[in-house]
């Protein structure tokens, strides 16, 4: 009898995992799609394509909000069992609260890894061929960059005349050892500027120690010691543009983690993505319990109103502290590992109080 009952609430609390998440699917697909559409409105691409990136962009969207969805399913999950007596059935067949709360807390934690190994290396091949796919139509596909092992190279156009950088590295906001060379619309070099470092975290870099070279006269040098460059890049560009860690999977992040360091990705962004990932599966568990605080413990119709809207308030919490914390930790404000565990550790400290209540029920 006992795997019967367990049956019924795991497949149970699936199958409302899977409506909720085609309800956030649809929602995402009428949004993007717009975003898509304004995108491709001044090139001749018909509608096939933006609803093809849109439909490879939702899956890794659905992954970010996960935690919610997982959320919103055990609410719906608790009330309906409330509202049909099925609550009442299952005590009677002796399943307390606790049991039951455990058994779907159980259940979103084997879901969050299943997803880590299994669904996200799909997503983010997704979001990988999105990327490649978009990038063939983007504006600025003029302009290119190159992060690898022997360095930043950088290529801008400005107005008819071409721009080549090169750095030795990129270290959180400065590029080291640069050399820019700018050259005429007959690709003839015309200068070239030297520099020690630039801080690049506005697109008016500021470069130090500089050195300029006026190729089109003899014998002209000119040094500075602060020289400002207009750049079509800061270093948020240069992150989101070509270090999209969304297209990398859990399954690559732990077994080519000194690859992709090699590659020129900053070890702190990959430490920071692989404990997000790892926290996942605590993440579903916990908004289970969470879920279950705020549906469990009311009585009536009215109460079941009044708890979800407070859950909706918390969900909107979460989501800002959970933002807020990982800012922090890109600040150095908090240390990394830190910044991403700290709502995972709020909502445990919260749950753990909250759950004893839920047994007394």
Request: some cysteine.
């Given at each position: 009898?006992?795997?019967?009952?367990?049956?019924?609430?795991?497949?149970?609390?699936?199958?409302?995992?899977?409506?909720?998440?085609?309800?956030?699917?649809?929602?995402?697909?009428?949004?993007?799609?717009?975003?898509?559409?304004?995108?491709?409105?001044?090139?001749?691409?018909?509608?096939?394509?933006?609803?093809?990136?849109?439909?490879?962009?939702?899956?890794?969207?659905?992954?970010?909000?996960?935690?919610?969805?997982?959320?919103?399913?055990?609410?719906?999950?608790?009330?309906?069992?409330?509202?049909?007596?099925?609550?009442?059935?299952?005590?009677?067949?002796?399943?307390?609260?606790?049991?039951?709360?455990?058994?779907?807390?159980?259940?979103?934690?084997?879901?969050?890894?299943?997803?880590?190994?299994?669904?996200?290396?799909?997503?983010?091949?997704?979001?990988?061929?999105?990327?490649?796919?978009?990038?063939?139509?983007?504006?600025?596909?003029?302009?290119?960059?190159?992060?690898?092992?022997?360095?930043?190279?950088?290529?801008?156009?400005?107005?008819?005349?071409?721009?080549?950088?090169?750095?030795?590295?990129?270290?959180?906001?400065?590029?080291?050892?640069?050399?820019?060379?700018?050259?005429?619309?007959?690709?003839?070099?015309?200068?070239?500027?030297?520099?020690?470092?630039?801080?690049?975290?506005?697109?008016?870099?500021?470069?130090?120690?500089?050195?300029?070279?006026?190729?089109?006269?003899?014998?002209?040098?000119?040094?500075?010691?602060?020289?400002?460059?207009?750049?079509?890049?800061?270093?948020?560009?240069?992150?989101?543009?070509?270090?999209?860690?969304?297209?990398?999977?859990?399954?690559?992040?732990?077994?080519?983690?000194r690859l992709l360091t090699d590659k020129g990705y900053q070890k702190e962004?990959?430490?920071?993505?692989?404990?997000?990932?790892?926290?996942?599966?605590?993440?579903?568990?916990?908004?289970?319990?969470?879920?279950?605080?705020?549906?469990?413990?009311?009585?009536?119709?009215?109460?079941?109103?009044?708890?979800?809207?407070?859950?909706?308030?918390?969900?909107?919490?979460?989501?800002?502290?959970?933002?807020?914390?990982?800012?922090?930790?890109?600040?150095?404000r908090v240390p990394l590992i830190a910044g991403v565990w700290m709502?995972?550790?709020?909502?445990?400290?919260?749950?753990?109080?909250?759950?004893?209540?839920?047994?007394?029920?």
């Open positions: 009898m006992n795997k019967i009952v367990n049956r019924y609430l795991v497949f149970g609390f699936l199958k409302v995992i899977i409506n909720v998440t085609l309800v956030f699917v649809c929602l995402g697909i009428i949004l993007n799609l717009f975003e898509e559409i304004e995108f491709f409105k001044n090139l001749n691409t018909g509608i096939e394509l933006p609803f093809m990136l849109t439909m490879l962009f939702i899956p890794n969207l659905i992954l970010k909000l996960l935690p919610f969805i997982i959320f919103i399913s055990a609410m719906y999950f608790f009330i309906s069992i409330k509202i049909n007596k099925d609550l009442l059935s299952l005590k009677i067949f002796g399943y307390s609260n606790l049991r039951i709360v455990s058994i779907l807390s159980i259940t979103a934690f084997l879901f969050g890894i299943v997803t880590l190994f299994a669904i996200n290396p799909v997503t983010s091949a997704m979001v990988k061929y999105y990327e490649q796919t978009k990038a063939k139509y983007s504006k600025d596909t003029d302009h290119l960059v190159s992060i690898n092992k022997n360095g930043v190279w950088i290529k801008e156009n400005v107005g008819n005349k071409f721009r080549i950088i090169t750095a030795k590295n990129l270290d959180k906001n400065f590029l080291s050892d640069i050399t820019i060379y700018s050259l005429n619309s007959n690709y003839q070099i015309t200068r070239r500027i030297e520099s020690k470092s630039a801080d690049i975290s506005q697109n008016k870099w500021l470069l130090k120690d500089v050195v300029i070279f006026d190729l089109t006269k003899e014998s002209d040098l000119v040094k500075k010691d602060d020289f400002y460059l207009d750049s079509v890049y800061d270093i948020n560009k240069l992150n989101s543009l070509y270090r999209n860690l969304d297209t990398i999977s859990f399954i690559e992040l732990i077994s080519e983690f962004l990959l430490k920071e993505q692989l404990h997000t990932f790892l926290s996942l599966p605590v993440f579903l568990f916990l908004m289970v319990l969470l879920a279950s605080i705020f549906t469990v413990n009311s009585i009536n119709k009215a109460q079941n109103i009044y708890y979800i809207f407070i859950s909706i308030i918390a969900c909107a919490v979460i989501y800002y502290f959970k933002d807020l914390s990982i800012a922090l930790a890109q600040t150095d709502p995972v550790i709020a909502i445990a400290l919260f749950c753990s109080i909250g759950i004893i209540q839920i047994n007394e029920k």
